[in-house]
């Protein structure tokens, strides 16, 4: 993982407003690579959609990390968490992308939330917190029925610890119940899928520009 050095948060210069918009994806399947993962692939689309409105995009596999758990920025030890969180911060946009296991997002999600939990308690010289001004987005796969609940789960968590969120802010897929067809075994993108990816691209792409020239106030 590439370290980062950026400012967590500051009001934006001239040059900062014409930069490209940055991404970062973090994907929470539960199988390290190089196993294939359609939560993986779902969050490229969506970083390749976002490339389309001038978005540059990472993609990081959490299970391919030592991700401590707890509710700090740094949990010491070969922590893997402070270089992804970098990575977080020097981005525009958050795409958090899950399976659904028993109807819940990954543990590693629900990892992911609680580390950005920490963020609560960072905050810049105007009192907000680091994450302002950020938006993020999800990405839910599964061959049972729970893409809304699940969703709705990683919204609430990502708001509450700052990151906005724009209309349609989720692209998922769920196969027929007690089946095994994957996403990534499809022969290729059902076109509801592709629209609701494109959908969330726009508006999402919309909206970190928009809160990027004209910042949150403290």
Same mark, same amino acid.
């Given at each position: 993982?590439?370290s980062y ?5 500051q009001?934006?210069?001239p040059?900062d407003?014409?930069a490209?918009?940055r ?19 779902l969050?490229?689309q969506?970083?390749?959609e976002?490339?389309?409105h ?15 758990s707890?509710?700090?920025t !740094?949990?010491g030890?070969? %922590?893997?968490? $402070?270089d992804?969180?970098? =990575?977080?911060? #020097?981005a525009?946009?958050l795409v958090?992308?899950?399976p659904i296991w ?9 990892r ?5 939990n920490a ?7 105007q009192?907000?917190m680091?994450?302002?001004?950020k ?5 839910v796969?599964g061959?049972?029925d ?15 610890v700052?990151?906005?969120?724009a ?7 769920v196969g027929?119940a007690m089946?095994?067809? !994957?996403?990534?075994d499809? %022969?290729?993108? $059902?076109?509801k899928?592709? =629209?609701t990816? #494109? ?5 999402t792409?919309?909206?970190?520009r928009?809160?990027?020239?004209a910042?949150?106030?403290?």
């Open positions: 993982m590439a050095d950026h400012p967590p948060h009001d934006p210069t040059d407003r014409t490209p918009l991404a970062v994806a973090l994907v929470c399947t539960l199988s390290p690579s190089p196993a294939p993962s359609s939560s993986q692939l969050a490229q969506v970083l390749d976002l490339a389309g001038g978005v540059t995009g990472t993609l990081v596999r959490i299970a391919d990390h030592d991700v401590r707890g509710v700090a !740094d949990m030890d070969g %922590d893997a968490w $402070p992804i969180r970098a =990575a977080v911060l #020097a525009d946009i958090l992308s899950t028993l109807g819940h997002p990954s543990s590693i999600a629900q992911v939330l609680e580390r950005l963020e609560q308690s960072e905050t810049d010289e009192g907000r680091t994450t302002y001004g938006v993020a987005a999800v990405c796969v061959n049972e729970g893409a809304h609940k699940v969703s709705a789960d990683l919204f609430q968590g990502l708001n509450d700052g990151f906005s969120l209309p349609n802010a989720v692209t998922y897929w027929e089946q095994s067809t !994957d996403y990534q499809l %022969d290729g993108t $059902p076109e899928t592709k =629209a990816t #494109a959908a969330l691209a726009t508006h792409a919309h909206l970190a928009l809160l990027r020239d910042p949150y106030a403290s």
